[in-house]
């Protein structure tokens, strides 16, 4: 079974020192990963079919990636 983000984080903080540095690392690493998961679920709902037809702020031509920015930056 794939590890989630939130495991992945859980796990690494318990195991870390607690060492503010360190903590950042993992936390980066962390968003990294939930940022791949957003855009990689993304991208799966628009080959599966997902209608986002009806909403203006989206196209169709929209990636994982371009929602990931527009949504979360």
């Known amino acids: 079974m794939k590890q989630?983000?939130?495991?992945?984080?859980y796990q690494e903080l318990?195991?870390?020192p607690k060492d503010k540095w360190?903590?950042?690392?993992?936390?980066?690493q962390a968003k990294e990963m939930e940022?791949?998961?957003?855009?990689?679920?993304?991208?799966?709902?628009?080959?599966?079919?997902?209608d986002i037809?009806?909403?203006k702020d989206y196209t169709?031509?929209?990636t994982g990636e371009i929602y990931y920015k527009e949504r979360y930056k």
């Open 53 to 55: 037809g009806h909403r």
């Open 4 to 9: 989630t983000t939130v495991e992945f984080l």
């Open 60 to 62: 169709s031509d929209m």
């Open 14 to 16: 318990w195991q870390a």
């Open 22 to 28: 360190m903590w950042q690392m993992i936390l980066n």
């Open 35 to 50: 940022k791949l998961e957003i855009e990689t679920a993304y991208d799966l709902g628009m080959c599966e079919g997902f």
